[in-house]
């Protein structure tokens, strides 16, 4: 669905991305993990069209991304930027209903589907109670849950999420996963999502692709790319991995003094 093929980009001075690949597939969870700086929303950027690479291509449906047109772009590709939503003067439920823009007519007027979508969002994401609020009366929290639901209105078939569960309380943090994970088996959607928080990482992505300084360090499995090992060369930190007792996906363990300065000593983990 979404594919990447050897993608570089550089800054005066400064080289951040250099041959990245990558592609995700319908109803699958691709997580991008790296350190800050290691060029994870230069690379979304790049996948998004909002930036040109300087070599390589980014394909959306077996078509170069620089073919398509901004608003076929947006009836099959969802973004959700870091940044979350601005404090806006509109209701919870008009924000939502500006996801359904890209697939309305000359006149934007919502329609029995538009209408039926944007219910089902704001039931799902737990926002029914919400609809008539206005969301510069929200807190940043709520404000990214309604981001998220707009996002979804637009019911893309890649949906690609920039740090979603920033400001979200780990109850809302497990809700938004569970859902965009679900919605993503259930309808098909390929879903590419940014996670500083690796422990996340590992519950919800199907693969993770692992970034260290612009290059791509690793791409697999959870388990696969989750080793102590790994996490030391790409993070500078000594971890200890462990299993979830529910779910068996690795789970990283941070140890107090285990950062930059002790790096180089051998990896640790409990029996996998």
């Known amino acids: 669905m979404l594919v990447a093929d050897g993608l570089h980009k550089s800054y005066p001075n400064r080289r ?3 041959g990245v690949s990558l592609s995700v597939s319908p109803g699958e969870v691709l997580g991008i993990v790296g350190p800050n700086g290691s060029g994870k929303t230069t690379l979304l950027r790049l996948l998004t069209g909002e930036e040109l690479p300087d070599k390589g291509e ?3 449906d077996g078509r170069p991304l ?7 772009k947006a009836r099959c590709l969802a973004v959700l930027p870091q940044e979350g939503l601005p404090s806006v003067p509109f209701t919870v439920r008009e924000v939502v209903e500006m996801g359904r823009h890209p697939h309305q007519g000359f006149w934007p007027w ?3 589907r538009d209408r039926h979508v944007v219910e089902s969002v704001l039931l799902e994401t737990g926002l029914q109670a919400d609809r008539d609020r206005h969301v510069d009366q929200l807190s940043g929290g709520e404000r990214q849950r309604v981001a998220i639901a707009k996002a979804m209105a637009q019911d893309p078939r890649v949906l690609i999420l920039d740090e979603p569960t ?3 309380d780990i109850a809302h943090q497990l809700g938004m996963l569970d859902w ?8 098909g959607i390929a879903v590419l999502i940014v ?3 690796l422990n996340l990482a590992a519950l919800y992505c199907d693969r993770i692709l692992m970034l260290k300084e612009g290059t791509c360090f690793a791409q697999g499995s959870p388990s696969e790319i989750l080793t102590p090992d790994r996490i030391r060369k790409v993070y500078g930190v000594q971890p200890v991995l462990t299993r979830h ?3 068996h996906a690795p789970q990283v363990l941070l140890q107090p003094g285990a950062g930059d300065s002790s790096a180089t000593k051998p990896a640790e983990s409990f029996t996998l």
Do not use: K, M, N, Y
């Not at 965009?180 to 309808?187: F, M």
């Open 16 to 18: 951040v991305l250099c």
């Open 58 to 60: 980014v394909r959306l």
């Open 66 to 72: 620089c073919d398509w047109s901004q608003r076929e």
């Open 110 to 112: 919502a329609g029995e």
């Open 166 to 168: 920033t400001f979200l």
């Open 180 to 187: 965009i994970r679900s919605w993503s088996q259930r309808e």
């Open 195 to 197: 996670l500083h928080d």
């Open 245 to 247: 007792p529910v779910t």
